[in-house]
Nanobody
């Protein structure tokens, strides 16, 4: 069984930084693209960033230049470094992973989310 777990959220002042982690654990044969999404209260979930298996990255315009996604394939962990945070970045952040399990099954999994609050 494969699971995703986000961590690293919290309360930060405007202009501050946080680093989120997405740990993929269990019987993973291949971790492919991993995406970060966020959902503010009362809003639809929106895409934030994606990192492909080879390391190519893409970002939403709203976070470009402030956020950076990276991955450690040996640890099956993907990070989201968030700098110059703004109050409008406040949301629950989720990671989504496409992977192949040891059993040879393709899976798309979501984590449970981690709260990020940007406020003075």
């Amino acid at each position: 069984q494969v699971q995703l777990a986000e961590s690293g959220g919290g309360l930060v002042q405007p202009g501050g930084s946080l680093r989120l982690s997405c740990l993929v654990s269990g019987s993973v044969a291949s971790l492919n693209a991993v995406g970060w999404y966020r959902q503010a209260s009362g809003m639809q979930r929106e895409w934030v960033a994606t990192i492909a298996s080879g390391g190519a990255t893409n970002y939403a315009d709203s976070v470009k230049g402030r956020f950076a996604v990276s991955r450690d394939n040996e640890k099956n962990t993907v990070y989201l470094q968030m700098n110059s945070l703004k109050p409008e970045d406040t949301a629950v952040y989720y990671c989504k992973a496409d992977l192949v399990s040891v059993a040879g099954r393709w899976e798309r999994l979501w984590g449970q989310g981690t709260q990020v609050t940007v406020s003075s």
